[in-house]
């Protein structure tokens, strides 16, 4: 059936980020709708995010095109130009390619949601704006690395 019930989807909490980035991801969750119904070309995710949580590290994607909109309370985008506060219809798009690295805030005293859509490319670079850092998926594994594609072994 092609009707997915989000009481039935479990809920991911966590990062695959290693730390210290991990746990700068307290507060926030999200549900894997897009899995739950089959997907395969690209992911649908409801987030939540806590009083004072982040969605991720602020990042851009090389090969990835990412949408959002905001479903429930307010969230504030950041961006390299600035921030922009956000609520219930807004919607934001991140082509990829584009190194205008974004992430979400919660600066409210209550929990805000979005959907996030993003398409699924077989090898995907992400970079993240603030710190020297990023991360190379293929084949279903991630490969953390510096800016200058050196291994990973902690921030510098």
Not at 76 to 82: F, I, N, R, Y
Not at 141 to 151: E, I, L, P, W
């Amino acid at each position: 059936m092609p009707v997915i019930d989000p009481a039935t989807v479990p809920v991911k909490t966590g990062s695959i980020y290693p730390e210290p980035y991990a746990s700068m991801m307290q507060g926030r969750s999200s549900l894997r709708l897009g899995d739950a119904g089959g997907l395969s070309q690209f992911g649908a995710n409801l987030v939540s995010l806590e009083p004072g949580a982040l969605s991720s590290l602020r990042h851009w994607h090389q090969y990835e095109d990412e949408f959002v909109m905001v479903t429930e309370g307010e969230c504030t985008l950041v961006q390299d130009a600035g921030e922009t506060v956000m609520r219930a219809g807004d919607c934001a798009a991140f082509p990829a390619g584009n190194p205008d690295g974004h992430h979400f805030i919660n600066r409210s005293d209550r929990v805000a949601r979005f959907l996030v859509i993003g398409s699924r490319a077989p090898r995907e670079v992400a970079t993240y704006s603030d710190v020297d850092f990023r991360v190379e998926i293929e084949g279903g594994r991630a490969r953390f690395t510096y800016k200058d594609g050196t291994d990973w072994v902690g921030p510098r």
